[in-house]
């Protein structure tokens, strides 16, 4: 009898990428005959319609703002062991995770925790990390040297892009106790580096790795995710809070917050970070053998 019926029995929502995440918007997520649906008004990236969703291989499901879920739904997710997150828009914000998410094994998980309680194993992994941010392997092997070495490199990045952007650049400064209290380029950055802190929580999320076991950073809860999200911030966070205050000075009528916060999202989408955060973190603990996930 509902053969057919809204165009269900062809509709399928792609997979963003090959990581098997699929990010839904704007919509009602619920159960219909068994089937798990996905009732949408539109997004930029999807039509209005409704989708038959090929949950079974389906890895993870973000959920963007404007999203509604039945308990039906938590109940099919939960039995195939699809992942359920609530994310802000483009995955700028994380708001939280269902249970089950992430791999069905505990192999990262172990693996990161090995090599962090190991000494030599540890930094180790910290130099690779400041390779990726660098571009090459430090000779340094002590935690404070190799700050110090990318705190230097840091310096240039941020002015090398205050010429590109043509901004003035007076040093990064930040009030913890009056974090309003700014120049422009300094708020952007905070809000570049939420959105991005935002983005690698969910990947160490996805990946089933230790939230506070850092290499770089230590006393946070999530140091892993800042790990993660310094991976970046040569290459895409500071950018985009450079991109981001250049767009503002053209029209003060907008919220810096809310011009940096777009720019970031659609940046994350467009550049396909996520899937990259976990590519990483899938070398740094499994080497050659990360493609077997």
Same mark, same amino acid.
């Given at each position: 009898?509902?053969?057919?019926?809204?165009?269900?029995?062809?509709?399928?929502?792609?997979?963003?990428?090959?990581?098997?995440?699929?990010?839904?918007?704007?919509?009602?997520?619920?159960?219909?005959?068994?089937?798990?649906?996905?009732?949408?008004?539109?997004?930029?990236?999807?039509?209005?319609?409704?989708?038959?969703?090929?949950?079974?291989?389906?890895?993870?499901?973000?959920?963007?703002?404007?999203?509604?879920?039945?308990?039906?739904?938590?109940?099919?997710?939960?039995?195939?062991?699809?992942?359920?997150?609530?994310?802000?828009?483009?995955?700028?914000?994380?708001?939280?995770?269902?249970?089950?998410?992430?791999?069905?094994?505990?192999?990262?998980?172990?693996? *990161? &925790?090995?090599?962090?309680?190991? /000494?030599? #194993? =540890? !930094?180790?992994?910290?130099? @690779?990390?400041?390779?990726?941010? +660098? $571009?090459?392997?430090?000779?340094?092997?002590?935690?404070?040297?190799?700050?110090?070495?990318?705190?230097?490199?840091?310096?240039?990045?941020?002015?090398?892009?205050?010429?590109?952007?043509?901004?003035?650049?007076?040093?990064?400064?930040?009030?913890?106790?009056?974090?309003?209290?700014?120049?422009?380029?300094?708020?952007?950055?905070? *809000? &570049?580096?939420?959105?991005?802190? /935002?983005? #690698? =929580? !969910?990947?160490?999320?996805? @990946?089933?790795?230790?939230?506070? +076991? $850092?290499?770089?950073?230590?006393?946070?809860?999530?140091?892993?995710?800042?790990?993660?999200?310094?991976?970046?911030?040569?290459?895409?966070?500071?950018?985009?809070?450079?991109?981001?205050?250049?767009?503002?000075?053209?029209?003060?009528?907008?919220?810096?917050?809310?011009?940096?916060?777009?720019?970031?999202?659609?940046?994350?989408?467009?550049?396909?970070?996520?899937?990259?955060?976990?590519?990483? !973190?899938?070398?740094?603990?499994?080497?050659?053998?990360?493609?077997?996930?």
């Amino acid at each position: 009898m509902l053969e057919g019926r809204l165009g269900l029995q062809t509709a399928r929502v792609p997979h963003a990428d090959r990581h098997g995440l699929l990010w839904l918007g704007r919509g009602k997520l619920t159960v219909e005959n068994g089937n798990l649906v996905f009732s949408t008004a539109g997004t930029d990236t999807l039509a209005s319609g409704v989708y038959d969703l090929p949950f079974q291989t389906i890895s993870n499901i973000l959920l963007a703002p404007g999203c509604l879920v039945s308990h039906d739904a938590l109940r099919l997710l939960s039995r195939h062991q699809t992942g359920l997150l609530a994310v802000g828009v483009d995955g700028v914000r994380l708001y939280a995770c269902s249970m089950p998410f992430g791999p069905d094994h505990s192999r990262l998980a172990r693996q *990161h &925790a090995r090599i962090w309680a190991d /000494a030599e #194993a =540890r !930094i180790q992994i910290t130099r @690779t990390m400041y390779a990726i941010r +660098l $571009g090459e392997y430090l000779p340094q092997r002590d935690l404070n040297a190799l700050r110090g070495v990318e705190g230097h490199r840091m310096k240039q990045v941020y002015k090398n892009l205050a010429e590109q952007f043509n901004i003035k650049w007076s040093g990064r400064k930040f009030d913890r106790n009056n974090p309003d209290n700014d120049n422009d380029i300094n708020t952007a950055i905070n *809000h &570049a580096a939420t959105a991005m802190y /935002a983005s #690698a =929580r !969910i990947a160490v999320a996805l @990946t089933g790795t230790i939230p506070q +076991l $850092g290499f770089i950073h230590e006393a946070s809860g999530h140091a892993f995710a800042l790990d993660i999200a310094d991976l970046f911030r040569a290459s895409t966070t500071l950018p985009i809070a450079f991109e981001a205050v250049k767009r503002y000075q053209k029209r003060e009528d907008d919220q810096l917050e809310r011009i940096t916060r777009k720019l970031a999202g659609q940046t994350l989408q467009q550049k396909k970070v996520i899937p990259e955060m976990i590519d990483h !973190i899938k070398k740094l603990f499994q080497g050659s053998d990360a493609s077997e996930e």
